[in-house]
């Protein structure tokens, strides 16, 4: 099993930026993908990047060029660094492991609480 924990989260200006840590406590058999999402109040959950274990990256459109995600094994914590941040971008962040909890074991999603960002002046 694996914990996720975001920190990062807060108040920020349009134009801004904000960098977001995921960091994971436990161990998966295998991780299959790391990414990150976000809810907006009243919105449906959107993906904003995954990033496989070849660290192929795969962004969302419409955080393509402005949200980038990064890793350190070495202190098993994954990153999103968001700039030019926009009121819109105003959410609930929540980061995502998915993978195997044993060998035999089918994938699982593992989730964080979550972080929150504000956009605003």
């Known amino acids: 099993q694996v914990q996720l924990v975001e920190s990062g989260g807060g108040l920020v200006q349009p134009g801004g930026s904000l960098r977001l840590s995921c960091v994971a406590s436990g161990k998966l058999f295998s991780t299959h993908s790391r990414g990150w999402y976000r809810q907006t109040p009243g919105g449906s959950q959107r993906e904003l990047v995954a990033?496989?274990?070849?660290?192929?990256?795969d962004y969302a459109e419409f955080v393509r060029g402005r949200f980038t995600v990064s890793r350190d094994d070495a202190k098993n914590t994954v990153y999103l660094q968001m700039n030019s941040l926009r009121p819109e971008d105003t959410a609930v962040y929540y980061c995502?492991?998915?993978?195997?909890?044993?060998?035999?074991?089918?994938?699982?999603?593992?989730w964080g609480q979550g972080t929150q960002v504000t956009v605003s002046s």
């Open positions: 995502r492991h998915e993978g195997r909890p044993s060998a035999r074991a089918a994938i699982f999603g593992y």
């Open positions: 990033m496989f274990n070849d660290s192929r990256t």
